[in-house]
């Protein structure tokens, strides 16, 4: 960068900084939205630079500024998803300029991205997922034959439980880590969920999630008070469970089932979708249990049983 200047738009940029406050503020944004909107508002800034030898006048900029940039994302080599991903953080940006009367109209507007290839999700299946589920007790198990020292089991059981409530109530890995005990209802089977704009749902949860979330608490030696957090990293702080952690755990237990271990926590919400159309719920249900603000986000679920069934019927009938 020219004369080794460092910018930082989150430290030196009013409006960027007010923009990734009101994210995390107003919008309820997860913590990977902001991380990555400040990164792409970051990039954005030292190519600026590098170009322009000073930080984007973000009100004067113009459509021509962006195909530039546009531009040389596309001699980067960069995917279709990682250029769309920079300009969503730039047209939110500008989003909150028009709206805040600072202009009238985005320069990003009308410019046209790559289109994103279509992938169809992956998940696992029912039995793939059942022999998941049972990986935390059946390790808690196998230590248990292998010592006589007492196991300590809780943090089995509250893997156990976060694997079965993912996949009972279809969370995403950040809605799990904001529930309170306070959120679950054990008498009604209900759960209240905290999604995407602070948004509110509430799902039901199935008697074997319920279940083994009451093992965990048990196990616990108190009952949880109702404003804990319902999954504790460390009991004694009461410090709620993190992202990375949950990855680490389904990492983990993903390898000792015999699965692929790269699957990220959100292929089980993609195998609660799956698993909810394949035996023949519908899709405005399952929008609503996703909590997915428009049904084309949901329907690429259709496209994947439908191309399940398609292999089925080319495999089986006879005139196919």
Known sequence: M??????????????????????????????YTLRNYRQAL?????????QRQQPPQWLGLTRADFRGYLRFLGHQQLGRAAVQLRFSALRSFYRRLVRAGKLAASPIQEI?????????????TVTQMETLLAA????????????DQPVDAVSYLRDAAMLEVIYSCGLRISELCALRVEDVDGTELLVRVRGKGKKERQLPI????????ARYWAAMGEPPAQEQPVFLLDA?????????????????????????????????????????????ADLRSVQELLGHENLATTQIYTHLTTARLRKVYDAAHPRA
């Open 236 to 280: 004694q702080k009461l410090t709620p469970v993190y992202p990375r952690l949950i990855q680490l755990r389904l990492k983990h237990y993903l390898a000792a089932a015999g699965l692929d271990p790269s699957l990220s926590p959100h292929k089980l919400r993609h195998s609660y979708a799956t698993h909810l159309l394949d035996a023949g």
């Open 42 to 50: 970051t990039e954005f800034t030292r190519w600026h630079v590098s």
């Open 206 to 213: 199935g008697k074997p999630a319920w279940a083994a979330l």
């Open 2 to 31: 020219p004369g080794g200047v460092e910018v930082n738009p989150v430290e030196q940029d009013a409006d960027v900084a007010a923009f990734l406050q009101q994210l995390q503020v107003e919008a309820g944004a997860s913590l």
């Open 112 to 124: 046209a991205l790559p289109r994103k290839e279509k992938r169809l999700p992956q998940f696992l």
């Open 136 to 147: 935390p007790l059946r390790e808690l198990a196998n230590l248990r034959a292998r010592t």
